[in-house]
């Protein structure tokens, strides 16, 4: 292999491992929705406690390694009344549509499985609104292009005293994926409708913050080069191993093996003998 070759081999199996080692650490931090830093504008509260947001993700994995939420508490404090945050959804965008009059085709009571849930006690939230971080959704994988949502529910005894817990609320779109998301309360009559607009409510404060884990499109074609260099270094290798075979070798042909015995009758050794065998008469 002449030293261009071997060059350019090095150059490609160090493209491998460049590329190998992008796609072990091609984890990149997002944030799908924040509505957080918009100005607090309301809060939604009420006997009747069920608050949904939505969010969507995009073209890859998605791991919500922090749902964040600006949640204060009010009324009477029941020990044993708990908030429960449950993660819900996993609809293709595909397949998700606004009815005018109704709402989305999906949401609380319609569609959408239940992934995961952390309960909180409403003991220990504040009476002025505070952002509250949950992150036992980390571990799961949320699937590219698809509808989910973060719903809110009490469970304990409920009186005209409390409890209440309160999500605030903000008129501003401007965040991360806030225009394209959804809220449903009692005030939507329990469907989603989008944020501050088109019959929908104001947009419940929350961030979604996580990583994706697919690689990138140039991790993927660092790697596939690195991979063709390595084929290559293999393929050269090989014909470096290989025996050397001359030409004259390949026009001969292998050479023919004498017979093991001749025969005691001379006219068997016509086939073996280009000379003529004299008859047995005399000449005259």
């Given at each position: ?36 830093n918009s100005p607090t504008t ?77 309960t909180l006690p409403i003991s ?79 947009a419940f404060q929350m961030e ?77």
């Amino acid at each position: 292999m002449s030293n261009f070759a071997k060059s350019a081999a090095h150059i490609l199996s160090g493209c491998a491992a460049i590329g190998l080692m992008a796609f072990c650490s091609s984890a990149r931090a997002e944030v799908l929705f924040d509505s957080l830093n918009s100005p607090t504008t309301g809060s939604m509260s009420g006997l009747a406690f069920q608050l949904d947001a939505s969010f969507a993700t995009g073209g890859s994995t998605f791991h919500a390694t922090d749902v964040a939420l600006l949640l204060s508490e009010a009324g009477t404090i029941v020990p044993g009344d708990t908030l429960d945050v449950t993660l819900v959804g996993g609809v293709p965008l595909a397949d998700v549509t606004l009815v005018p009059g109704e709402g989305l085709n999906v949401g609380p009571g319609l569609d959408g499985a239940i992934l995961g849930s952390a309960t909180l006690p409403i003991s220990d939230l504040s009476s002025n609104p505070t952002v509250e971080h949950f992150r036992q959704f980390g571990s799961i994988a949320l699937k590219p292009n698809s509808f989910y949502w973060i719903d809110l529910t009490k469970s304990g005894p409920q009186t005209e005293e409390g409890p209440f817990v309160s999500w605030s609320t903000t008129s501003d779109n401007s965040g991360p994926g806030v225009s394209e998301g959804y809220n449903s309360s009692d005030a939507t009559d329990f469907a989603f409708y989008p944020n501050n607009r088109d019959g929908g409510g104001q947009a419940f404060q929350m961030e979604v913050r996580g990583v994706t884990t697919v690689p990138e499109l140039s991790t993927w074609a660092l790697m596939s080069l690195g991979f063709a260099g390595l084929g290559f270094v293999g393929c050269a290798r090989r014909s470096k191993d290989r025996p050397a075979r001359r030409l004259g070798d390949l026009r001969k042909g292998a050479a023919r093996k004498p017979p093991a015995a001749l025969s005691a009758n001379p006219r068997d050794h016509l086939r073996y003998s280009r000379r003529p065998l004299p008859s047995s008469g005399h000449v005259t």
